[in-house]
């Protein structure tokens, strides 16, 4: 039986375009959960800080 070539060729680097939406997706995603944190937490030390159902 005569020898096959059984090479198959693999293309390499491709798929970086997937990997830098992604990590630009979880960048933004991040940003974005910073800010609104930034904007709406309130410490429980916070002397404005009031329980649910008290009044103000």
């Known amino acids: 039986m005569p020898h096959q070539d059984r090479h198959i060729a693999v293309k390499k680097n491709q798929g970086w375009g997937a990997a830098l939406l992604t990590i630009l997706i979880v960048a933004l995603a991040v940003s974005v959960a910073t800010y609104i ?5 309130k410490s429980f030390n916070d002397l404005t800080f009031h329980a649910k159902g008290q009044g103000m």
Do not use: A, G, I, P
């Not at 944190?37 to 937490?41: E, I, Q, S």
């Open 37 to 41: 944190h930034k904007t709406t937490y």
